[in-house]
């Protein structure tokens, strides 16, 4: 029997390592592992048998070519590593009940990085055209063989699979600038990238916060330019001074381990803005001829690269150095975030932008972006750019990364150049992956899995012509709000996954369901190999109506989670919910005080989300975290921060808006409560706003330091209480205020505004507690 596509099995749904599936297929529903790909095939034939993998089963490799060698030996040790199962490797033409990997001019699969992978009762046999379709054969091949996180061998069904990826890009950036990662935690990056069959790995190397790659000729870019001091260095855990840089030979062994795993890694050098660690290092490239600091602000810093003969020198020569330490066919030259104030104010800016004729500074910079293309394709390289090298024209082999959602994409590809789909926010990793008080640092709104896995590349204003131009789609992780690759792990993984399905996999053959019922299995893989996944989707949401539990002393409880998938298994007696615990079916009543603690499970057992807890009772839910008070009416900007720029842990963290420092707290009873407790925190304000500075709502304080005032029912409502901050020189960056609040009655909400002066620190909220007095016989 035959099932193809991939999806059309029937309504599969994986259950630990079992297919359970509609009566069609129940034939073919063996206990098997095809069912934990990730991406998904492009198509999959079941047949009848099965072939078992084990210690004695050897990997052949059927030709004289090189690259066959390594995808087996890169196959035993994914096994050994992974699954604890250890094959030899040995070359010969004709081995029964073998691995055999052939690279094959005659390979049923024709197209590039395809290939053809069948299990029999015989054997397992591999082959492709070229040698990334074999290298991505073998993934397959060993997601087959970890269906789970049993240790040994493995039995498969007899399965024909032909193969071949969506698109050509199937990108992941790295903002090495902001913070720094070594070469080890880049290459376990670059491992999860080629078990996810992604094959471009962009490299975000310069920016104002930092310049990470070492030029022979400008030795000052790395000495200097790698180099920032922090605020208030060497305080409350902060470095007296962060950076780094790869040198050389770094960059050459990074480039050449993406290689062996067929990623090609493209280098980004920005400009002509993000340039100031680049003038930090060297004044004269700038616009006004004096050095600035490297920067420890995130956002739209001023400094740009100058447009004379001197600096377009100097770009030549870093790119010469580039090219020779990068053989991609793609050089990435940001042209994004430049504003262009210094060009205005400069009459010799100016004077050279009317000796070109040109109108304005976007078309300078596109004059300036066309410059340093033709240079490029000179010595063999094509240009990459941000989608706004649009605004000022662009070089006619440039290819576009389309950011500010997919306007840009849809207008480069209408005019004729490539495009890669990157936009903010559906493909940005640094957007938190859940609303969850207890996610980490990122910005918001958040991008679900779903969001993720919903994205799709090819927009539909273009026709077939011009979608021709997608060359696929690429998740940017921006780091100023991850300073640890435990922090980059948490926010890529499993986001990965769906991207990766999105890259590969035939747009009919996606399936939400089916691939919530794949993730299991690849959590298992995550943990084998230690990486730090997310477990947001599908950890447990406790709500209940706050102000009528308060009111009644009982709330009914209804539990969730994002992805709307997996068993909740809750406890209401202190214990750790496990999957004999009670299984959420409908809303439930408790009587307070209680404890709800609740984890989500696939079926079969499989622990998907860590178990989360809510303590209900008359304290606990007159107290708020910060991050789950909402802004205040106006301005939805909102991020969630560390305590410092820097700090390394993953809690806590804090949800700021810079352009208005105030929240909400929710509306509650207020009889019988007195007193307001807050437990705050200045944070700094390292932020370059550009042109957005003048949104920055300031307030009037009444004390040296601002205050934090309370308002009744809304922003502009009775003032209940007033209280002000203290001094930052003198005090702690943690600091409780109390005061006495005014009688109240019936149900209020609250309003909290921090009024510091808005050329100081920061302050954020992070507790809000009313506390009522002793209850009266």
Same mark, same amino acid.
Request: glycine letters at 8%; hydrophobic letters at 40%.
């Given at each position: ?14 259950? &630990? ?18 069912? =934990? ?17 084990? &210690? ?9 070519? $090189? ?72 993934? =397959? ?64 190397? @310069? ?37 780094? !840089? ?31 660690? &680049? ?44 090219? &020779? ?6 050089? %990435? ?45 000179? %010595? ?11 605004? $000022? ?121 089916? !691939? ?41 409880? @209804? ?6 998938? $997996? ?20 809303? !439930? ?87 307001? %407790? ?27 330091? $601002? ?71």
């Amino acid at each position: 029997m035959t099932c193809r596509p991939f999806r059309s099995l029937c309504g599969y749904l994986l259950v &630990a390592a079992t297919l359970v599936s509609g009566p069609a297929c129940a034939a073919h529903a063996t206990e098997t592992a095809p069912y =934990t790909l990730i991406p998904l095939p492009a198509r999959i034939d079941v047949g009848e048998g099965r072939f078992t993998v084990d &210690a004695h089963t050897p990997i052949v490799v059927a030709d004289h070519n $090189g690259s066959t060698r390594h995808a087996a030996d890169y196959l035993a040790e994914l096994l050994a590593r992974t699954r604890d199962l250890h094959l030899s490797v040995r070359h010969d033409d004709a081995v029964a009940h073998a691995i055999v990997l052939r690279l094959d001019p005659h390979a049923p699969v024709t197209a590039r990085e395809g290939y053809a992978l069948d299990v029999t009762p015989q054997g397992i046999q591999i082959s492709a055209r070229d040698d990334a379709g074999l290298f991505y054969g073998v993934v =397959t091949l060993w997601q087959l063989l970890t269906p789970d996180a049993q240790h040994g061998a493995v039995q498969l069904p007899t399965v024909h699979i032909r193969d071949q990826p969506r698109f050509a890009w199937r990108g992941l950036m790295l903002d090495s600038a902001r913070h720094f990662q070594s070469v080890a935690e880049i290459e376990r990056l670059l491992d999860q990238m080629a078990q996810h069959k992604l094959n471009v790995f962009h490299w975000h190397l @310069t920016d104002d916060q930092g310049w990470r790659i070492e030029i022979k000729r400008y030795p000052e870019l790395t000495s200097i330019g790698a180099w920032r001091t922090p605020p208030d260095a060497g305080h409350d855990g902060e470095p007296l001074r962060y950076g780094g !840089f790869y040198t050389q030979q770094q960059i050459r062994q990074v480039v050449a381990y993406a290689g062996a795993r067929h990623i090609m890694v493209v280098p980004e050098i920005d400009m002509p803005g993000h340039a100031q660690a &680049a003038v930090a290092a060297y004044p004269q490239l700038g616009v006004i001829g004096k050095r600035p600091l490297v920067s420890v602000d995130w956002g739209v810093n001023p400094f740009l690269y100058n447009v004379d003969d001197s600096s377009f020198e100097f770009i030549d020569q870093v790119l010469d150095e580039v090219m &020779a330490l990068f053989p991609s066919k793609y050089i %990435h030259v940001g042209g994004d975030e430049a504003v262009k104030d210094q060009w205005q104010a400069s009459p010799a800016v100016q004077a050279k932008k009317h000796a070109l004729g040109l109108k304005d500074e976007d078309a300078l910079q596109g004059w300036f972006i066309d410059r340093i293309g033709q240079y490029l394709a000179a %010595h063999g390289r094509q240009l990459v750019g941000w989608d706004e090298i649009l605004d $000022g024209g662009v070089p006619a082999d440039a290819t576009v990364m389309s950011w500010r959602g997919s306007k840009g994409a849809i207008k480069a590809a209408q005019q004729g150049h490539d495009v890669v789909l990157s936009p903010a926010p559906d493909l940005y990793f640094d957007q938190l992956q859940s609303d969850n008080v207890g996610e980490t640092a990122g910005r918001i709104p958040a991008q679900s899995l779903a969001h993720v896995y919903a994205f799709e590349p090819v927009p539909k204003e273009l026709d077939a012509t011009q979608a021709a131009h997608v060359l696929g789609a690429q998740a940017n992780v921006w780091t100023e709000h991850m300073p640890t690759m435990k922090h980059v792990e948490h926010a890529v993984f499993p986001r990965l996954d769906a991207l990766s399905e999105v890259d590969w996999s035939p747009a009919a053959s996606h399936d939400w369901n089916g !691939f919530l019922g794949r993730l299991p299995a690849q959590f298992a893989r995550y943990r084998a190999q230690d990486i730090g996944y997310a477990d947001s989707a599908f950890a447990a949401d406790i709500k209940m109506d706050r102000a009528a539990a308060l009111a009644s002393g009982t709330a009914q409880v @209804t539990l969730s989670n994002q992805a709307g998938y $997996g068993e909740l298994h809750y406890t209401l007696d202190g214990h750790a919910p496990d999957r004999h615990a009670p299984v959420y079916g409908a809303p !439930f009543i408790v009587k307070l005080p209680v404890t709800v603690r609740v984890a989500t499970f696939a079926a079969g057992g499989i622990e998907l989300a860590a178990p989360r807890q809510r303590v209900l009772d008359r304290a606990s839910l007159l107290s708020i975290d910060g991050n789950e008070m909402p802004n205040c009416p106006g301005s939805d900007f909102r991020l969630r921060v560390q305590p410092m720029p820097d700090a390394t842990s993953l809690a806590p963290v804090y949800s700021i808006n810079v352009f208005n420092s105030c929240q909400l707290y929710p509306s509650a009873p207020m009889d019988g409560v007195e007193t307001i %407790h807050v437990e705050a925190v200045r944070l700094e304000r390292n932020y370059a706003l550009a042109h957005e500075q003048k949104l920055v709502m300031s307030r009037p304080h009444s004390t040296p330091f $601002g205050e934090l005032v309370v308002h009744r029912d809304q922003c502009d409502g009775p003032v209940l209480v007033t209280l002000p901050l203290p001094d930052p020189a003198h005090s702690a960056r943690r600091f409780t205020l109390d005061a006495a609040l005014p009688a109240q009655q019936g149900k209020h909400a609250l309003c909290l505004i921090y009024t510091a002066p808005i050329d100081g620190p920061l302050y954020a909220l992070d507790r809000v507690a009313l506390i009522a007095g002793p209850t009266k016989p």
